[in-house]
Nanobody
Framework: QVQLVESGGGLVQPGGSLRLSCAAS????????MNWVRQAPRKGLEWVTT????????TYADSVKGRFTISRDDAKNTLYLQMNSLKPEDTAVYYC?????RGQGTQVTVSS
């Protein structure tokens, strides 16, 4: 059974940074592409970024390109999202996702 546990969210001022983590278990982590998705208040789920198996290929939504960086540590079965230059519109619950499975999410709030 796939289990994904996100952490690292919090309250940050505009322009600040946060690093999210996602600990994965119940799967051969290194074999899978992994995603970060987010859901802002009163909005639908939005894809943010994907990292493919091996970590050499990444893709980003235009809204976060140049500000967010996805990475993975296959030895630790952990996915990361480094978020810099945060904006109020980045406020959302962030989930790691694989094959339709998501964790419980971690709240990111960007506000002064």
């Amino acid at each position: 059974q796939v289990q994904l546990v996100e952490s690292g969210g919090g309250l940050v001022q505009p322009g600040g940074s946060l690093r999210l983590s996602c600990a994965a278990s119940g799967l051969t982590f290194s074999a899978y592409a992994m995603n970060w998705v987010r859901q802002a208040p009163r909005k639908g789920l939005e894809w943010v970024t994907t990292i493919y198996s091996g970590g050499g290929v990444t893709t980003y939504a235009d809204s976060v390109k140049g500000r967010f960086t996805i990475s993975r540590d296959d030895a630790k079965n952990t996915l990361y999202l480094q978020m810099n230059s945060l904006k109020p519109e980045d406020t959302a619950v962030y989930y790691c996702e694989m094959g339709g499975s998501r964790g419980q999410g971690t709240q990111v709030t960007v506000s002064s």
